[in-house]
């Protein structure tokens, strides 16, 4: 047995000779089937340390309590037989298979076979999840494994001989034809399920043929159609070929008739070309004589135009210079006129000055006046005294209102600055609440929907309704949300609280019955449970590694909080880190909790209902995906409430301010009307004083205007000897500019008989070139002329060169050779002229066109397709008589198959029925067949009836109860056991779902088939077994046990305990 505080498995054999299990020798060789299990050795695996099982040749009974390792035997042999990992439902690495804290662990499996037994060993590696394999002790690979296990008949992976615990629902989920297909592997001879596939491998292949077959005889029918077609069409061809032919006459004639009509043209051009060249001689030799006249009038008129050109620039600067006169004229008109101005403005200055002295002295006298009636100056300096110190008395309150608005502006703006932060806070948080609505608006949109009706309908509830748990409670830690959420289920998180059954009532009526929306809600206990008191103070738990209870991890109200307390005894379950994993065992061993979290797993302890032992099952911890994010709530309460302190606060600072601002606006008034008043106090006292400043200043001002006079006689003299001295240089300016006048004319008069003569040879000049250019005209129209005529000879030569040699090419001819009479011959019974020969060519395309879409290659198509339909034809036969060959070979492989799987069905039947009706019940197998021809679509069809009033059903996941589908797996196998060609057959617990009569008659089955001679090793693992069953000398009752005082497997004697159970049982008879 394993050592204290681990798991171990024991067994005794009921029966005379009363061995010790684990330790016995084994029966003589011939009583175990070849390929049955001898010994079952695990190590580190699941449950165990160290253990091994030795089943007996027959009906070996595994029993023991749920969660001792009854599956975890199950669980070595199909994993040590190279079973995979996901057949047997729990993990889907074989690496979780080993023992928690190991990191290896061992399986093996001795095989009893003929010679020698096969010894199979796995080590399973946790580090990279892989597996080594032993045969015999000695190094092997998965797939000599698989070779080994393959040649015994062994099939971990079929139902009908390996049925583990969470795979017993699926054999009723088995197909028809995967059930045949299992059951041929299982009972039947190896070349059934051989012949099976290859019944199904011919007949698609016979489909494929008969298919091939169907479409080569349509294709071969449309090609026969169609050859018939291309028959008329070869007739057609030729007689579309003797009108091309025609056509090809008349093209090659065609060059010919077109070479000889450009040669005559070209003869024609050639005479017109001579004449124009010697007209064009003639008309050259007549102009050159013009040509030489013009020349000569050109050099004359050059000379009279260079003359003009001098006497022009001669006139033109004389003029310059007339000019040059009259400007100087001019400038002293302007020196006269700006003398005479100076001297009027001499006057009107003098003028002005007089003026000024007159109003002066007028001012003067009037304020000499004004000062003589004012009286005495009175004494002002008190009533300015005292309006100075009320004054003062002002600006001093103003000064202090001044600063303590500044004061209330500094604390109003520093309120304002602490009120948008603690408004961006709450604006933070509600956008954390906004997202938590968001991820429930995702996964749940009904729930969402509810939640939004209910913000709308509060009023309609007597109580308080608490929003949905995912909204409600926040985590004080974020690190925490895991344990809270796997706590609590998925249902309740997205549920509503109520307080009152009655609200709850009528929400779910308006959310389900009218709104069709699918919600969830829950009622707190009448009386609150929020402030439960846990079992132990956390304090004590501390050695253990314990640092909360669920309840102090998060915040929510009240009826939420009692709820949870309530239905989850959050208030009671501890939360603890890697040291209580560390030390799991002694922490449910002292602690008593039904229910842990340490680190990332989740612990649940219970206590046996048979051993009252305690057991322990662990998970691993959910990632959170709704408590993740969280609002601290006294952090929101604490903010809204400095959030009102700083409105009060703002409201006091405004009221104040404008108190401020009243009595600003009163002194400010009062200032300005003090201000006001000593502005006219001491304008009264200064009035004296300015006057007589003012009489001072203008005096000064009188004298000045005074001392500065003008002599206007002496600035007249002045002015007329200026005057006079410019009208002298303007008298010797006149002289010279008439001289220059007359030399001017003298100088046009002359340019004026030159441009006269200049005319008259220029006229002469016109003419003649008149004429010249009339005879260059039509000297240019004889050359224009002549070009044409000589460029039309060229293009004609060149025609007649591309014709000739079109012409000889059309007939095939070599440059030097002439053209052959059978041509001459052939030409002279065509056409002569280009109009004929296009409407004789038109005329016979026309014809020929007539017959479209043909050419040389119909007769080529023709043949080609003669020779496809004999090619198909022969393609045909043969695969015809392929396809008989298939059928043949069907009609006996289906003879060697069908003939002995329906006698296997038959007595697969026969069994199955005798079984049912032992029980009062009926059930027949039968082969199923929709279509014999069908060889995939066969199956075996189960139908069963537990109750005499209705009629047989088909088995089903769907139609039968759990106990009903159980017995019928059941029976159906024990149906199988005695035709069993496999070495042994695993069923895990599948009579867990049975009422006790049906039970009790299907153990009898088993125990009366199982344990038959001829039948192979069987393995029935059950937890549990009913008073006074029926049991065989030859099954063999494994126990499995577990707890911390367990013995090991090589210390246990099964005699010496059957000793001691005896000496008791005397002793109690005493």
């Not at 001898?38 to 165990?48: A, D, G, K, Q």
């Amino acid at each position: 047995m394993a050592a204290p505080s681990k798991w171990g498995a024991g067994g005794s054999q009921l029966g005379a000779s009363g061995t010790q299990r684990a330790g016995r020798v084994p029966e003589p060789r011939a009583r175990f089937v070849e390929g049955s299990i001898v010994r079952i050795s695990m190590e580190n695996f699941l449950t165990y340390d160290s253990c091994e099982v030795r089943p007996g040749p027959n009906l070996n009974m595994i029993v023991g309590a749920n969660g001792t390792g009854k599956s975890s035997i199950v669980c070595a042999i199909c994993l040590g037989l190279a079973g995979k990992p996901s057949f047997i439902g729990r993990a889907d690495k074989v690496g979780l298979f080993v023992k928690r804290g190991c990191l290896k662990g061992v399986v093996e499996i001795e095989l009893s076979k003929t010679p020698t037994n096969i010894i199979i060993t796995r080590e399973i590696q946790v580090v990279n999840n892989t597996s080594t394999w032993y045969i015999n002790r000695k190094p092997s690979t998965l797939k000599m494994v698989e070779e080994q296990i393959a040649a015994l008949n062994i099939q971990v992976g079929n139902l009908c001989q390996f049925l583990p615990q969470d795979k017993v629902g699926e054999f009723a989920k088995l197909s028809k034809i995967e059930l045949l297909e299992a059951t041929e592997k299982s009972i039947g001879p190896p070349e059934l399920y051989q012949f099976h596939c290859e019944l199904k491998n011919f007949r698609e292949k016979e489909r494929e043929l008969e298919n091939f077959c169907k479409e080569k005889s349509n294709s071969l029918e449309k090609m026969k159609q169609r050859i018939e077609r291309y028959k008329q069409d070869v007739e057609r061809y030729h007689e579309r070929k003797r009108h091309l032919d025609l056509i090809e006459m008349l093209e090659r004639k065609r060059p010919w008739v077109e070479y000889e009509n450009v040669r005559q043209q070209h003869e024609e051009v050639k005479q017109s070309r001579d004449q124009a060249k010697e007209e064009l001689k003639n008309l050259k030799e007549r102009q050159s004589p013009v040509t030489k006249k013009i020349q000569e009038i050109e050099e004359h008129y050059k000379s009279l135009d260079m003359k003009i050109r001098d006497k022009a620039a001669e006139i033109k600067d004389t003029s310059q210079k007339c000019k040059q006169k009259q400007d100087a004229l001019e400038k002293k008109d302007k020196q006269i006129e700006e003398i005479n101005q100076a001297l009027r403005m001499k006057k009107d200055e003098e003028m002005d000055r007089q003026k000024k002295i007159r109003n002066t002295r007028k001012m003067i006298e009037d304020w000499q006046n004004e000062l003589n009636t004012m009286g005495v100056c009175e004494n002002l300096q008190p009533q300015i005294d005292a309006v100075n110190t009320e004054l003062k008395r002002l600006q001093e309150e103003r000064a202090n209102i001044d600063s303590d608005v500044s004061d209330l502006r500094t604390e109003k703006i520093n309120q304002e600055r602490d009120k948008k932060r603690i408004t961006d806070c709450i604006v933070e948080l509600d956008n954390v609440m906004n997202m938590k609505e968001e991820k429930l608006k995702g996964r749940f949109r009904d729930t969402h929907s509810a939640l939004m009706w209910l913000r709308k309908n509060t009023d309609k509830f007597k109580k308080n309704v608490c929003e949905p748990m995912m909204l409600a409670i926040n985590m004080k830690d974020n690190r925490h949300a895991k344990y809270v959420e796997n706590h609590i289920s998925s249902n309740d998180m997205r549920a509503f609280v109520f307080e009152s059954q009655e609200d709850m009532e009528m929400f779910l009526l308006e959310m389900r019955d009218h709104r069709k929306l699918k919600v969830n809600a829950v009622c707190a206990p009448a009386e609150s449970c929020a402030e439960n008191i846990p079992s132990r103070p956390i304090e004590e738990l501390h050695q253990y590694g314990f640092f909360s209870y669920l309840r102090e991890l998060f915040d929510a109200p009240r009826p939420v909080m009692s709820y949870l307390c309530s239905q989850y005894r959050v208030h009671d379950v501890p939360v603890g880190t890697e040291k209580t994993k560390n030390m799991i065992e002694r922490v449910i061993q002292e602690t008593k909790f039904k229910q842990i979290y340490a680190a990332e797993e989740k612990y649940i302890v219970k206590v046996s209902a048979y051993t009252n032992q305690t057991l322990s099952s662990n998970t691993s911890l959910r990632a959170a995906q709704f408590l993740t994010i969280s609002v601290d709530t006294d952090e929101r309460r604490q903010l809204e409430s400095q959030q009102q302190e700083i409105n009060s606060t703002l409201k006091s600072l405004d009221i104040q301010l404008t108190t401020l601002f009243e009595r600003q606006k009163h002194l400010e008034r009062r200032d300005n009307e003090l201000r006001q008043q000593k502005k006219e106090l001491l304008e009264r006292g200064n009035k004296r004083r300015q006057l007589e400043s003012k009489i001072a200043v203008k005096h000064d001002s009188l004298r000045q205007m005074e001392q500065d006079d003008i002599n206007l006689e002496e600035e007249s003299q002045q002015a007329n000897m200026k005057i006079k001295e410019i009208n002298v240089q303007k008298a010797r300016l006149v002289t010279e500019l008439m001289h220059l006048i007359k030399n001017c004319i003298s100088l046009n008069i002359i340019k004026a008989d030159l441009v006269l003569q200049s005319t008259t040879v220029a006229a002469e000049k016109n003419r003649l070139e008149l004429e010249y250019k009339a005879a260059t005209v039509q000297l240019r129209a004889s050359e224009q002329r002549f070009c044409e005529l000589d460029d039309r000879k060229r293009v004609l030569i060149e025609n007649c060169k591309e014709l000739l040699k079109k012409a000889r090419q059309v007939c095939k001819l070599s440059p030097d050779q002439h053209l052959p009479k059978e041509f001459q011959t052939a030409f002279q019974a065509l056409p002569n002229t280009l109009e004929e020969i296009d409407a004789f060519l038109n005329e016979e395309k026309s014809r020929a066109s007539c017959f479209t879409g043909l050419n040389a290659s119909v007769v080529e198509e023709y043949n080609k397709r003669t020779q496809e339909i004999q090619q198909l034809m022969e393609e045909l036969e043969e695969k015809k008589n392929v396809l008989d060959n298939y059928k043949q070979n069907i009609s006996q492989v289906k003879e060697r198959w069908l003939n002995p799987l329906k006698k296997l069905v038959e007595q697969i039947n026969e069994k199955f029925s005798n079984f049912f009706s032992s029980m009062q019940c009926a059930g027949e197998v039968d082969l199923h067949v929709e279509n014999e021809e069908e060889y995939d679509k066969y199956g075996i069809r189960i139908r069963v009836k537990f109750r005499s009033s209705t009629e047989l059903h088909e088995l089903t996941p769907y139609h039968q109860s759990g106990g009903e589908k159980s017995v019928s797996t059941m029976l159906y196998l024990m149906a199988l056991q005695e035709l069993n060609r496999c070495p042994f057959r695993v069923v895990d617990e599948i009579n867990q779902g049975m009422d006790p009569v049906n039970e009790r008659r299907v153990f009898e089955m088993v125990v009366k088939t199982a344990c038959k001679e001829s039948t192979s090793q069987y393995f029935f693992i059950t937890p549990k077994l009913l008073q006074n069953l029926t049991y065989n000398d030859k099954m063999t009752v494994l126990f499995v046990y577990n707890g911390p005082f367990m013995m090991e497997t090589s210390k246990w004697n099964l005699k010496a305990f059957c000793r001691r159970r005896r000496r008791v049982g005397r002793m109690d008879e005493q």
